[in-house]
T-cell receptor
Framework: GAVVSQHPSWVICKSGTSVKIECRSLDFQATTMFWYRQFPKQSLMLMATSNEGSKATYEQGVEKDKFLINHASLTLSTLTVTSAHPEDSSFYIC???????????FGPGTRLTVL | AQTVTQSQPEMSVQEAETVTLSCTYDTSESDYYLFWYKQPPSRQMILVIRQEAYKQQNATENRFSVNFQKAAKSFSLKISDSQLGDAAMYFCAYVGNTGKLIFGQGTTLQVKP
């Protein structure tokens, strides 16, 4: 099956700093990538959708200046949390949409802790 | 707007027994896909089963099967011969014309030995 990786799997940072999370599709080209946020024991909340070479589309209530998304190639998307604060601490998951397949392939997630 | 509802926050089943997880959805679209995902403690999302709305036949994957009732907008998951490794959070999800997955609230399944 299609594999998506995320790096890092776990990161701790100080309040006010920025953190970049990478999402890579290893064996397929992801025309569209999605970024989700998940709090403990809750469902996945879609943050944004990005298409290769285009600006990301953010869901209502998600600050686009805080959560910068870049989808520079068909195999790489990045999420940068800028000026992170403790309330940004969460589990971030990316997924890639394989062309021609109505299915998203999920990365293993990144746990962000902001001190 | 489309919505997905899982009304069972927690379920419990004895090992080797059968359990059914409920899911209802609301949509005005005619073409869509439905999924059940499993999220174990590792938090890796794993696709369990998918159903195309235009197919009347219920999808089956080994011990996992669905009961897809399109008119009632119901999509339940049946797990037969439950195993300890089935313990996880299960999410029902919908995708339609937007390509965005809409998830239900999730059901935590406990499997008792």
């Amino acid at each position: 099956g299609a594999v998506v990786s995320q790096h890092p799997s776990w990161v701790i940072c100080k309040s006010g700093t920025s953190v970049k999370i990478e999402c890579r599709s290893l064996d397929f080209q992801a025309t569209t990538m999605f970024w989700y946020r998940q709090f403990p024991k809750q469902s996945l909340m879609l943050m944004a959708t990005s298409n290769e070479g285009s600006k990301a589309t953010y869901e209502q209530g998600v600050e686009k200046d805080k959560f910068l998304i870049n989808h520079a190639s068909l195999t790489l998307s990045t999420l940068t949390v800028t000026s992170a604060h403790p309330e940004d601490s969460s589990f971030y998951i990316c997924s890639g949409d394989g062309a021609g397949v109505n299915e998203q392939f999920f990365g293993p997630g990144t746990r962000l802790t902001v001190l | 707007a489309q919505t997905v509802t899982q009304s069972q926050p927690e379920m419990s089943v004895q090992e080797a027994e059968t359990v059914t997880l409920s899911c209802t959805y609301d949509t005005s679209e005619s073409d869509y896909y439905l999924f059940w995902y499993k999220q174990p403690p590792s938090r890796q999302m794993i696709l369990v089963i998918r159903q195309e709305a235009y197919k009347q036949q219920n999808a089956t994957e080994n011990r996992f099967s669905v009961n897809f009732q399109k008119a009632a907008k119901s999509f339940s998951l049946k797990i037969s011969d439950s195993q300890l490794g089935d313990a996880a959070m299960y999410f029902c999800a919908y995708v339609g014309n937007t390509g965005k997955l809409i998830f239900g609230q999730g059901t935590t399944l406990q499997v008792k030995p």
